[in-house]
């Protein structure tokens, strides 16, 4: 059964030092997909990378990049320079393979809190 | 481009009333999907509409259903409310829809239900 972990409820980082938030996940699909999304406490869901089970390299956007370790099952998100208005909940989420069981659903994980010291 | 857009933004309900909230997707996305987000669950799919029928369904009870009109936008409602339905419902948009792996679901903001 696919599922998602997401193993630190809170994390904590200095402003302008680089975090990673962890995710590991569990599918036995060989084709899916990983997304990254952030919700600040505004509660809208920010998308913020996506990683495919078949790419070759691991995925970047800007200050976000996803060390993707496919043998260990894990996706964690690095964030370099962190900012003050990182604060807010991050929550990595996946789907399987393609078709009609999987339109418009992704498993998400039960997130990660982070907050960036001044 | 405006993004998501759900409506209300907060509603307060008690027990056994119905409730029903909307969501109107990007310009030109065709599937619609609503989440659950409560403290103890999570996120959790309800389900997914595109062309105005329903085309995927997560693990609910019939109290909860949707509808997609001929304009994307989306509705959902809740009835028979009970203490247990308190969360945010979130809706999210995408283009087509088709369950590829890499499409992207874009949210609102949500709709935060209190029951009391």
């Known amino acids: 059964a696919q599922k998602i972990t997401q193993t630190q409820p809170g994390m904590f980082v200095q402003e302008k030092e680089a975090v990673t938030l962890d995710c590991t996940y569990d599918?036995?699909?060989?084709?899916?997909?990983l997304f990254w999304y952030k919700q600040p406490s505004s509660g809208e869901m920010i998308f913020l990378i996506y990683q495919g089970s078949y790419d070759q390299q691991n995925a970047t956007e800007g200050r976000y990049s996803l060390n993707f370790q496919k043998a260990r099952k894990s996706a964690n998100l690095v964030i370099s320079a962190s900012q003050l208005g990182d604060s807010a909940m991050y929550f990595c989420a996946m789907r399987e393979g393609y078709g009609s069981s999987n339109t418009g659903k992704l498993i998400f994980g039960q997130g990660t809190t982070l907050q960036v010291k001044p | 481009k405006a993004g998501v857009t759900q409506t209300p933004r907060y509603l307060i309900k008690t027990r056994g009333q119905q409730v029903t909230l909307s969501c109107s997707p990007i310009?030109?996305?065709?599937?619609v999907s609503w989440y659950q987000q409560t403290p103890g669950q999570g996120l959790q799919f309800l389900f997914e509409y595109f062309s105005e029928t329903q085309r995927n369904k997560g693990n609910f009870p019939g109290r909860f259903s949707g509808r997609q009109f001929s304009n994307s936008r989306s509705e959902m409602n809740v009835s028979t409310l009970e203490l247990g339905d308190s969360a945010l419902y979130l809706c999210?948009?995408?283009?087509?829809?088709?369950?590829?792996?890499?499409?992207?679901?874009?949210f609102g903001s949500g709709t935060q239900l209190s029951v009391l």
């Open positions: 599918t036995s699909d060989p084709s899916y997909g």
């Open positions: 999210a948009s995408s283009l087509e829809g088709a369950g590829a792996v890499n499409e992207k679901l874009f």
């Open positions: 310009s030109g996305h065709r599937s």
